[in-house]
């Protein structure tokens, strides 16, 4: 499985950005794609997710402002960060997992600063 993100960069507080995260490769039975983020010092923590047959999750922190959501024919996954906020900072990565592994793809830089 390969994942390919998109999407970052530079934007007000108050702004929007939308990531994309396309899955190509042995997709067959992917059973969940989300998005986590990290900031340096932190672990990476989960920001949302789609799950087959249960739906959607979300952190705590980003629940109201992100929805997370899917384009199954082509095998890609949206995050759309509204009234992002500067603790929203952090490296992206879409995550996908299969046969209970997880691959990752590069992060993609969001950096929310006025």
């Known amino acids: 499985v390969q994942l390919q993100a998109s999407g970052g960069g530079l934007v007000q507080p108050g702004g929007s950005l939308r990531l994309s995260c396309a899955a190509s490769?042995?997709?067959?039975?992917?059973?969940?794609m989300g998005w986590y983020r990290q900031t340096p010092g932190k672990q990476r923590e989960l920001v949302a997710a789609?799950?087959?047959?249960?739906?959607?999750n979300y952190a705590g922190s980003v629940k109201g402002r992100f929805s997370i959501s899917s384009d199954n024919a082509e095998n890609t996954v949206y995050l759309q960060m509204n009234s992002l906020k500067p603790e929203d900072t952090a490296v992206y990565y879409c995550n996908a997992k299969q046969y209970g592994m997880d691959y990752w793809g590069r992060g993609t830089l969001v950096t929310v600063s006025s």
């Open positions: 789609i799950t087959s047959g249960v739906g959607t």
């Open positions: 490769g042995s997709i067959f039975a992917i059973n969940a």
